[in-house]
């Protein structure tokens, strides 16, 4: 059984940071990449970070330069590190990997950025 589960998000004012983790199981993590994936009120769900099992991250413009996606192969984790959070940045943020048998996603874990 595949399990993505989210973690580490937040109430935090703009400027701040925060790291959010996902950590996976029933999958052979190293292998896959993996995604994050976040979706405000009233929007669509946006790709957000990528860190493939070998090769470049990439993120979204919008998160470029703030944001930066990294793996613990040793943990079956990713996390996405999140500095300089602007309140556009609210949103519930998922973690998500494709394998050969199905997408999967975790259940979200909520950001809110507010002074």
């Known amino acids: 059984q595949v399990q993505l589960v989210e973690s580490g998000g937040g109430l935090v004012q703009p400027g701040g940071s925060l790291r959010l983790s996902c950590t996976t199981s029933g999958i052979v993590f190293s292998i896959y990449t993996m995604e994050w994936y976040r979706q405000a009120p009233g929007n669509p769900r946006e790709f957000v970070a990528r860190v493939p099992a070998h090769g470049n991250n990439a993120y979204a413009d919008s998160v470029k330069g703030r944001f930066n996606i990294a793996r613990d192969n040793t943990k079956n984790t990713v996390y996405l590190q999140m500095n300089n959070i602007k309140p556009e940045d609210t949103a519930v943020y998922y973690c998500?990997?494709?394998?050969?048998?199905?997408?999967?996603w975790g259940q979200g874990t909520q950001v809110t950025v507010s002074s």
């Open positions: 998500t990997t494709r394998t050969i048998h199905s997408d999967y």
